[in-house]
Every structure is written in C-alpha cells, then in structure tokens.
C-alpha cells in the first residue's frame, strides 16, 4: 500500500494493516484519515454494517494520539451498550498493543480497582456508556479538567439508536458540558449504519460547537438475499394455559407473543439446522423466550443437539456473554434469538444468516438487522417470518394482514428509494431538563438561579425552552422542594430530591424499575417484572423454572428448572411510532398489482388474497367504509403520530372512535347516513382545526411518558406535548384524503 492515506498512519498501525492482511484501505478509511488528521470539523461516518467504520475513526485517531501525546484522556468513545463497549475493547486494545497508549472500558461491570487504577494517570482512550459518564460529570466535577482537559476526540458509535432519544440529548448535554473543561473543545466523531437525512445528523452531532460538520459516507453497495414466509397460526392448548396465568398475575405480553404452532416451528427448526450460524431477531423478549424454548424441545425429540441461546436486556450477563461467544466460535454451530441487544454493532463474526420475526417497525432497524449478515464480502441473508392469528375476520381491518404488508413496505422502501426514517427532535425535552438540571446543582454544590438557567439553557438540547419556562420549572421545584433557596439566594437540591439524585439510578434518563433477580442456586439467570407466587412457573433464558423462594427485601427469587409451559414476566413496551411513508406504502402495495421474487408461496398467496379484498371493498377509491348504520371504517393511511392527532380532532368534535389497530385503521360512529356525508362533517374539522395547545387540553395521558415527567409542572407538560406529540397538519392532510 503506498496510497497517502495509508502513508500518514503511525508505523505500528501500518504493520497492523499489513498483519491483518488487508489488501488496501476502503475508501471511507481512506477518506476519514485525511478528514480526521488534516482537519478540524466534525465527523458523520456513514457506512454499512462491517465496512470499516470503527477503523476509519480509530486508525487516524490512534496515529494522533501517538505522534502528539496529550497529558489527559486523548479520546473517549461513548457506547449504547455495555456489551458493545466490551467487544470494541477487545479491537481497540488489539490496535494498542504496541504501543504505550492505555485504553479503558468503563461501565457498572468494570471492577473499580481497574478505574481507580486508570484514573491514577488519566489518558489514552476511555470507553465510556452514558450513564457512567454522568456519573463522573457528577461526581468527580473537580477532576474534570485533569481527566478530560485535552481530549481531542469523542466517538459516538451507533449515533441512530442516541438521536432519537432523551438517551443522545443527554449525550450531547455531557459533550456541552465537559467543553467548560477544555481550552479547546473535542472534535466529534459520529458512527452509523442507518442514517436517515443525514443533514439533521450533523446538526445534531455540532450541537451548540463552533465547529462545521462534515459526512463521509460510503458508496459500497452490498447484495442482499431475502425470503418473506407467512403462517397463519392458532392459539393451541398449551398457550391457553399460559394466558390463565398470566391473567392472574397480570404482567403484559407482547401483542406479538407467539403460538407454539407445531408446523412453524419445525419450519423454523429446519432453517436453524442447515447452517452453523443464525441469529434470530423478534420484536419483544418474550418472542425470543418462545422461539428458543420451542426450539430446544424439538431439538430434544429428535435426539439432536441444542445450540440454541437467548440475548435480551433481561438475561444476565454471563448468559449473554456465552451467547456471543457461542456465535463468534466457528468450530460449532449456535443459534442465538435477540431483541435490539444484538441489532447494534457488537461484532459476532460471519453469520450465515439473519431471521426477523413479524415486521420491524422502523426501516432503520431492519437495515441496521439486514447487516449483521452478509460479512466479509458476501450477500447479506435474511429470512422473514410473518405470522397471522388464526379467526373470525368482521371487516376488511381484521381481513388484511398488516404484519406482512409492513414487512413488505420496509423492505420495498429501502431496496427502491434507501430511504431511512429522518431523526425527530423533539423542542421540548422536559423530562431531561430536569434531570439535566438537578445534575448541574448537585455538580456545583450551589449556584445562583441565573447561572444555573446560564449553564443549563445554553445546552443544545434546550435552544428552544424559554426563561419564562425555566423559571416555571424552578418555582415548582421550589414548591415541591426539590430545590431549596440558601439565605444567600443560591440553590441547592432540595431534600424531598435527594435520594432520588444520590441514587445510581440517577444517571440513567431512561426508566430503570426495580425487577427480580431469577437466580438458580447461585447462577443468575436473569431478571422478570414480577412477582410470581411461590411454585409457579417462569419462562427465562428459554427454559421453565419453578419458584422455590422469594426474597422481597432483596428482589431475588430462587428456581430450579423444569419442563412445560409457562408465563413470562415483563412489563409492556408503549406505544411504537411508524412513520406515514410505511403506512403509505402498504397502501399503494396492496392496490398494485407487483410481484416480489423474495416471497415464498403462502405469503404471495396471502398478498393476493389481501389485494382481493381491497378491491372487493373498493378500497382503492374509498378510505372511508361503511360497517353498520352510522358507524364506518377509517383508513387514513398516515403515521403514529399524525393517527393519534386525527382522532383527538374527531373525539373533540364529538364522534365516538375506537382503535382496534393503531395506526392502520379506526372505527367512527356518527350520525351521518352515508360516506359522502361524512366526508362533509370531516371537511368542516378540516376547514377549523384548534390549536395544538387546545386540542391538548383534551388528552388524557400526556404526564408520566417520561421518567422525570411526574417532576414537571402539568402545564409545562400540556405545551410540550402539543408542541412535540401533536401533528395537526399533518392530521388534517390526512383527513383531507380519505
């Protein structure tokens, strides 16, 4: 290799290239050297899973590091997982190894006595989740100069799963806040596989820096096999049971909880079994409870041997860890079922395939799945499984099958347009402002409210909260004395905040509730919602337990594996936006007449049956159906959000409405005759529509969405929820159309 960018790298790198056995340096590589070394912007890195990202940031950053040593922390990588922060160590600390530069991984599972060790002469790389770094912003505030004073670089990786997130705004209110510490504030570079509109991206990656943003973005462009089955599944004996259990504990299953259908599920067990590596991604925990539990008795019947393993965020960590190592060892086939745990960029080596099952919501998780395959230069392989219950269909909304025609549309939507779903910011924030907020006070000791309102609305995740708000939110944290007022008028935390604040919970923006540990003998499993009753049964880790003992005091149950069938136990998931462009394209998907070579015979089928019934309904021509006298069927064909905005509109204007199926259609009682007449009833909304304050004043639900919500100010929360949770255009365009 004698190109530029490859010459600019420090010596050792350069022999890791030639050690690796690398022919030559991507072009994204090659590019981020050059970007990275002779620049000073920010940084977007957008390339596909398992092209080179991590390296085009790492391979110049280190080379920086090497020629120009700086006296603290030189660059620090924040990571959404724990267990992605592990696997980047092992290739972070592989490219340091001849070298004088440390690296360190920092998370809960870290042993202190390596931090302490590390903190002792502050430098290299820090691998560092969100919440630990809030931990050190914390506590640690005197020392922030010493350990992060010259730190040039802080990597973002997998910056999808922070933009659209309170998770990413505390994220950027951490970087904001360590640049008081540094003469010269870091550069940012942002990692992604799945970035939609990539000009919102770099907004968000320069915050409120000085600095430009700059994209590199790779052209490869990988091939991609995929098949589509369906299976119409009923509900079997054995599930029955499971729902009389659940009902008396009462914990939510997700909607998309499976039935033990025989015939699936050896068809899945076939597809498992002809490959040595597959990793199987469901929806909710407890689709990846079911489909390793279903796979490991089959397995079991016909005498072979079980690889199968469960990776969710409610699975302990030795199991997950075992997992991962199972998927990476190549001399044995394993077979891995996982939530979003495994979607992100842990590297689990070459997979031979991919299995989504039922629909993702988002098409950036699908891309971010549809990647985890296709390693080291071959197609990426993906099967889809689409499942429908079995029943009695009342009308067209129960007759079409909106698992498949969403999977459809996702894929349709990446393969013709790479279209990716764009980030949505929202304005108002107010559950990580408090959190931000009681962070600054408990950071400082003690400020003046003007230095705090200083501190705290300069970040860029508040530009648009007023003084008039912020001095709303302090009076009620007065009030409700989660700030106090010194003599000298400075604030401090409040005594009814501080346990709250002096609890590791804390640092987390998202909610972390309290859940049983599941411990067998003295291996931890993993935890549950709970709790269950002594001698009941559990599902976890994709075997049954039985209880054998609770202890409250410690949130710890004891088991002892069985056979059978059980419950598991979690709490449900809120509501899942879908983004109008999915919703339409289902539309103008089931009124084509298009062909998809990747569907497989019962899914084409079931496609054609679905198309019949839209004709048969005339649904091309009308999205307004008759059900009953005075009562309809809505298609409005729009998102989550503009869905939800429609039927406050109709509930404000006094119609009854139900919504069976969110967001692909809703039931409307009026008293008009017909659909022409309703139609009429709906422009008059159209032509009128309140305010979205108004409209808010009607909702019900718009406190506790978010962790600190509750410490919010009910009027506060009314104007963010209309600003940031109501889409009255959007609504109102719909109307327009149906």
Same mark, same amino acid.
């Given at each position: 290799?004698?190109?530029?960018?490859?010459?600019?790298?420090?010596?050792?790198?350069?022999?890791?290239?030639?050690?690796?056995?690398?022919?030559?340096?991507?072009?994204?590589?090659?590019?981020?050297? $050059?970007?990275?070394?002779?620049?000073?912007?920010?940084?977007?890195?957008?390339? $596909?899973?398992?092209?080179?990202?991590?390296?085009?940031?790492?391979?110049?950053?280190?080379?920086?590091?090497?020629?120009?040593?700086?006296?603290?922390?030189?660059?620090?990588?924040?990571?959404?997982?724990?267990?992605?922060?592990?696997?980047?160590?092992?290739?972070?600390?592989?490219?340091?190894?001849?070298?004088?530069?440390?690296?360190?991984?920092?998370?809960?599972? #870290?042993?202190?006595?390596?931090?302490?060790?590390?903190?002792?002469?502050?430098?290299?790389?820090?691998?560092?989740?969100?919440?630990?770094?809030?931990?050190?912003?914390?506590?640690?505030?005197?020392?922030?100069?010493?350990?992060?004073?010259?730190?040039?670089?802080?990597?973002?990786?997998?910056?999808?799963?922070?933009?659209?997130?309170?998770?990413?705004?505390?994220?950027?209110?951490?970087?904001?806040?360590?640049?008081?510490?540094?003469?010269?504030?870091?550069?940012?570079?942002?990692?992604?596989?799945?970035?939609?509109?990539?000009?919102?991206?770099?907004?968000?990656?320069?915050?409120?820096?000085?600095?430009?943003?700059?994209?590199?973005?790779?052209?490869?462009?990988?091939?991609?096999?995929?098949?589509?089955?369906?299976? &119409?599944?009923?509900?079997?004996?054995?599930?029955?049971?499971?729902?009389?259990?659940?009902?008396?504990?009462?914990?939510?299953?997700? &909607?998309?909880?499976?039935?033990?259908?025989?015939?699936?599920?050896?068809?899945?067990?076939?597809?498992?079994?002809?490959?040595?590596?597959?990793?199987?991604?469901?929806?909710?925990?407890?689709?990846?409870?079911?489909?390793?539990?279903?796979?490991?008795?089959?397995?079991?019947?016909?005498?072979?041997?079980?690889?199968?393993?469960?990776?969710?965020?409610?699975?302990?960590?030795?199991?997950?860890?075992?997992?991962?190592?199972?998927?990476?060892?190549?001399?044995?086939?394993?077979?891995?079922?996982?939530?979003?745990?495994?979607?992100?960029?842990?590297?689990?080596?070459?997979?031979?395939?991919?299995?989504?099952?039922?629909?993702?919501?988002?098409?950036?998780?699908?891309?971010?799945?549809?990647?985890?395959?296709?390693?080291?230069?071959?197609?990426?392989?993906?099967?889809?499984?689409?499942?429908?219950?079995?029943?009695?269909?009342?009308?067209?909304?129960?007759?079409?099958?909106?698992?498949?025609?969403?999977?459809?549309?996702?894929?349709?939507?990446?393969?013709?347009?790479?279209?990716?779903?764009?980030?949505?910011?929202?304005?108002?924030?107010?559950?990580?402002?408090?959190?931000?907020?009681?962070?600054?006070?408990?950071?400082?000791?003690?400020?003046?409210?003007?230095?705090?309102?200083?501190?705290?609305?300069?970040?860029?995740?508040?530009?648009?909260?007023?003084?008039?708000?912020?001095?709303?939110?302090?009076?009620?944290?007065?009030?409700?004395?989660?700030?106090?007022?010194?003599?000298?008028?400075?604030?401090?935390?409040?005594?009814?905040?501080?346990?709250?604040?002096?609890?590791?919970?804390?640092?987390?923006?998202?909610?972390?509730?309290?859940?049983?540990?599941?411990?067998?003998?003295?291996?931890?499993? $993993?935890?549950?919602? $709970?709790?269950?009753?002594?001698?009941?049964?559990?599902?976890?880790?994709?075997?049954?337990?039985?209880?054998?003992?609770?202890?409250?005091?410690?949130?710890?149950?004891?088991?002892?594996?069985?056979?059978?069938?059980?419950?598991?136990?979690?709490?449900?998931?809120?509501?899942?936006?879908?983004?109008?462009?999915?919703?339409?394209?289902?539309?103008?998907?089931?009124?084509?007449?298009?062909?998809?070579?990747?569907?497989?015979?019962?899914?084409?089928?079931?496609?054609?049956?679905?198309?019949?019934?839209?004709?048969?309904?005339?649904?091309?021509?009308?999205?307004?159906?008759?059900?009953?006298?005075?009562?309809?069927?809505?298609?409005?064909?729009?998102?989550?959000?503009?869905?939800?905005?429609?039927?406050?509109?109709?509930?404000?204007?006094?119609?009854?409405?139900?919504?069976?199926?969110?967001?692909?259609?809703?039931?409307?009682?009026?008293?008009?005759?017909?659909?022409?007449?309703?139609?009429?009833?709906?422009?008059?909304?159209?032509?009128?529509?309140?305010?979205?304050?108004?409209?808010?004043?009607?909702?019900?639900?718009?406190?506790?969405?978010?962790?600190?919500?509750?410490? #919010?100010?009910?009027?506060?929360?009314?104007?963010?929820?209309?600003?940031?949770?109501?889409?009255?255009?959007?609504?109102?365009?719909?109307?327009?159309?149906?």
């Amino acid at each position: 290799m004698s190109d530029t960018a490859f010459d600019k790298l420090a010596p050792f790198i350069q022999e890791y290239v030639y050690r690796n056995k690398w022919h030559e340096l991507r072009d994204i590589q090659a590019e981020a050297i $050059g970007a990275i070394l002779d620049g000073v912007d920010h940084i977007l890195i957008s390339s $596909g899973t398992a092209t080179g990202k991590t390296e085009a940031a790492l391979l110049p950053i280190i080379t920086d590091l090497h020629n120009n040593p700086p006296a603290t922390i030189g660059a620090l990588y924040i990571g959404p997982l724990k267990a992605l922060i592990n696997d980047q160590f092992e290739r972070i600390t592989d490219l340091l190894k001849d070298t004088d530069i440390p690296a360190q991984a920092w998370h809960g599972d #870290v042993a202190q006595a390596k931090k302490t060790r590390f903190l002792r002469q502050a430098r290299g790389i820090l691998q560092i989740t969100p919440e630990s770094l809030e931990a050190m912003l914390i506590n640690r505030q005197h020392e922030l100069k010493r350990l992060f004073g010259e730190t040039r670089y802080i990597i973002i990786d997998e910056i999808h799963a922070f933009i659209n997130s309170d998770r990413g705004r505390q994220v950027m209110c951490q970087l904001e806040r360590l640049a008081r510490y540094q003469k010269t504030p870091s550069r940012r570079i942002g990692l992604s596989a799945t970035i939609g509109e990539p000009c919102l991206a770099m907004a968000w990656l320069r915050g409120n820096s000085r600095r430009e943003a700059q994209l590199i973005a790779s052209e490869e462009r990988s091939t991609a096999e995929i098949g589509l089955a369906y299976f &119409q599944l009923r509900a079997d004996d054995n599930n029955e049971a499971v729902g009389a259990q659940k009902a008396k504990h009462k914990p939510r299953e997700s &909607q998309d909880a499976l039935s033990g259908e025989l015939e699936y599920f050896e068809h899945f067990h076939q597809m498992t079994q002809r490959v040595p590596k597959t990793l199987i991604f469901a929806n909710a925990r407890a689709d990846t409870e079911a489909i390793v539990m279903n796979l490991r008795d089959i397995s079991a019947r016909q005498n072979r041997p079980s690889f199968y393993h469960v990776h969710h965020g409610s699975i302990s960590a030795p199991l997950r860890e075992a997992a991962e190592a199972a998927m990476k060892d190549r001399s044995q086939p394993a077979c891995t079922a996982a939530t979003i745990t495994l979607e992100l960029g842990i590297d689990l080596g070459l997979l031979d395939q991919v299995i989504q099952v039922n629909s993702t919501h988002t098409v950036s998780s699908f891309v971010q799945r549809l990647g985890r395959s296709g390693r080291r230069g071959g197609p990426a392989r993906m099967f889809f499984y689409s499942t429908e219950q079995a029943g009695e269909k009342r009308h067209l909304g129960e007759e079409l099958p909106w698992n498949l025609l969403q999977t459809i549309a996702i894929i349709q939507l990446y393969a013709e347009e790479k279209w990716i779903e764009p980030p949505e910011v929202p304005k108002m924030p107010l559950s990580l402002l408090y959190h931000q907020t009681m962070s600054i006070v408990k950071s400082q000791s003690d400020l003046s409210p003007a230095q705090l309102a200083e501190r705290a609305l300069t970040l860029s995740s508040f530009q648009s909260i007023t003084q008039d708000q912020f001095r709303r939110l302090l009076r009620h944290h007065l009030e409700i004395e989660h700030l106090e007022q010194t003599e000298q008028g400075r604030l401090i935390i409040g005594i009814e905040a501080e346990r709250i604040v002096n609890d590791y919970r804390f640092y987390a923006v998202f909610e972390d509730n309290a859940e049983y540990r599941v411990r067998d003998k003295s291996r931890e499993i $993993g935890t549950i919602s $709970g709790p269950p009753n002594l001698e009941d049964t559990i599902r976890l880790a994709g075997y049954v337990w039985r209880v054998l003992k609770i202890y409250e005091d410690e949130k710890v149950i004891e088991v002892e594996r069985v056979r059978g069938q059980s419950a598991t136990y979690w709490e449900g998931r809120g509501e899942l936006e879908i983004h109008t462009r999915i919703l339409r394209k289902i539309r103008a998907i089931l009124l084509s007449r298009d062909d998809y070579a990747y569907l497989l015979e019962p899914a084409r089928q079931r496609l054609q049956s679905a198309r019949e019934a839209a004709r048969s309904s005339r649904l091309q021509d009308e999205s307004i159906l008759p059900l009953a006298p005075n009562r309809y069927l809505v298609f409005p064909w729009c998102g989550t959000r503009q869905f939800n905005t429609q039927l406050a509109l109709l509930e404000r204007a006094g119609f009854e409405t139900a919504r069976p199926c969110a967001p692909y259609y809703y039931q409307l009682e009026s008293r008009a005759g017909n659909a022409a007449e309703l139609k009429r009833e709906l422009a008059a909304i159209c032509q009128n529509p309140p305010g979205a304050m108004e409209l808010s004043e009607q909702i019900k639900g718009v406190s506790g969405r978010l962790k600190y919500d509750r410490f #919010v100010p009910p009027d506060l929360l009314r104007e963010a929820f209309a600003r940031d949770y109501l889409d009255i255009p959007g609504a109102i365009e719909s109307l327009e159309a149906l």
